[in-house]
Structures are given as structure tokens and as C-alpha cells.
């Protein structure tokens, strides 16, 4: 089946400190992958994506690269803020299971000023 | 763009009650939604997939007949916990796409309290 894993957290970092989110993925095909985030009280936005391997998804400074030979899709962004502080979920997709998306069980940071 | 919307954002309701939350897409056509349920510090589960005019389909381990969900349009689907208890007290969060494109567009969720 298809499963996706996170490191546990929560992340405690402080104020412009590098990020780091591990995901690993097991799929029986080749999924699409992405980063939603879950600001407190808030639903999920969509923050970054990746279709294929090797592709490169950023935004607002996080930036996540589809390593097949890894399968993993590891979460980065080299100076967070207090704001980055939220509940981050990776995610993957497949085409030929209907584009359902199955999600890791989330991982949260904690970003001290 | 794609902006997903709920109501009510919260509702608390007495035990044996049922309660309707809506789900809709607001710039675009959702010909499927979907429904997740959260518990605190936890994932999504998926509740049930629907698609417009059409049957839900649910996950397994979900009653359909305590979930009641509805795509009548495709801009609105709900869902209505029927006979209410603490026990379904949880954050219920919808999502939608457009065709079977691969991106789903999550509402901001709405949080149950059954006394």
C-alpha cells in the first residue's frame, strides 16, 4: 500500500534557524508529493508540490526536491520565522488510485523569537 | 484562486442532535469533494469521497448512515452527523478539486463540540 512518514515533533528551533522536516514515502507507482501546512485553528493550505523525480517545489521560502532513489521528499527552509510556526503535513498521490491523498501524520514547529 | 469555504468555522451542539456543516468551492467547480475528520495532534482521515450527483463513496470503518453527505451541486456538498454524540466530537475539515486534477483546495475546517 501507500504510506507516508514524517519525523515526529514537535520541532522546537529558534528564530532564523535552518529547517529541516524528514519525509519518506512508499508507493506502488510514481506519486505526485507536497508540503500542506496547518496554521492553528485553520484548515490546510497547499504550500509547495513535486510531480515527478528530481523536481524541485518552493514557496515563501521552503523548498522540498522528489528524490526517487531516496523516496523522500524532506522539507527545508534555510531561516524560519515565528510565523513558520504550524503543523506540516507530507502528502503524495497517485494517479491510477484517483489522485487521493494520503498523508504522513504531521509534524510540528515550534519557532521561539 | 480556489478558495474552499465552511460553515459554521464552530458548533456545539447537545448529545442525540444532528448537524449539517457545509462545504463549498467558491471560484471553481468541484466535481469532487472530500471529507476528513482530525483529532487533536493527529492526520486527516478521510471520511468519504463525493462526487457531484453521485453516491459518497466512505472509507472504511465510516457509517455512512451517521455521515450523511451530499453533493447537490458543484459548489456545495455536506455533510450532517446524525444523532450526535461526545464521541464525534472532532475537527472536520472538507476539501475539493476540479476534474481529476491531482491538487485538492481544503476549506478552513469546522470544530464539533457534541455535549
Known amino acids: 500500500g501507500n504510506s507516508v512518514t514524517q519525523m515526529e515533533g514537535p520541532v522546537t528551533l529558534s528564530e532564523e534557524a535552518f529547517l529541516t522536516i524528514n519525509c519518506t514515502y512508499t508507493a506502488t507507482g510514481y506519486p505526485s508529493l507536497f508540503w500542506y501546512v496547518q496554521y492553528p485553528g485553520e484548515g490546510l493550505q497547499l504550500l509547495l508540490k513535486?510531480?515527478?523525480?528530481?523536481d524541485k517545489g518552493s514557496n515563501k521560502g521552503f523548498e522540498a526536491t522528489y528524490r526517487k532513489e531516496t523516496t523522500s521528499f524532506h522539507l527545508e527552509k534555510g531561516s524560519v520565522q515565528v510565523s513558520d510556526s504550524a503543523v506540516y503535513f507530507c502528502?503524495?498521490?497517485?494517479?491510477?488510485?484517483?489522485?487521493?491523498?494520503?498523508f504522513g501524520g504531521g509534524t510540528r514547529l515550534m519557532v521561539k523569537p | 484562486g480556489a478558495v474552499v469555504s465552511q460553515h459554521p468555522s464552530w458548533v456545539i451542539c447537545k448529545s442525540g442532535t444532528s448537524v449539517k456543516i457545509e462545504c463549498r468551492s467558491l471560484d471553481f467547480q468541484a466535481t469532487t469533494m472530500f471529507w476528513y475528520r482530525q483529532f487533536p495532534k493527529q492526520s486527516l482521515m478521510l471520511m468519504a469521497t463525493s462526487n457531484e450527483g453521485s453516491k459518497a463513496t466512505y472509507e472504511q470503518g465510516v457509517e455512512k448512515d451517521k455521515f450523511l453527505i451530499n453533493h447537490a451541486s458543484l459548489t456545495l456538498s455536506t455533510l450532517t452527523v446524525t444523532s450526535a454524540h461526545p464521541e464525534d466530537s472532532s475537527f472536520y475539515i472538507c476539501?475539493?478539486?476540479?476534474?481529476?486534477?491531482?491538487?485538492?483546495?481544503f476549506g478552513p475546517g469546522t470544530r464539533l463540540l457534541v455535549l
Open positions: 502528502a503524495l498521490s497517485l494517479n491510477n488510485a484517483g489522485n487521493m491523498l494520503t
Open positions: 476539501s475539493a478539486r476540479q476534474g481529476a486534477v491531482e491538487t485538492q483546495y
Open positions: 513535486a510531480t515527478k523525480a528530481d
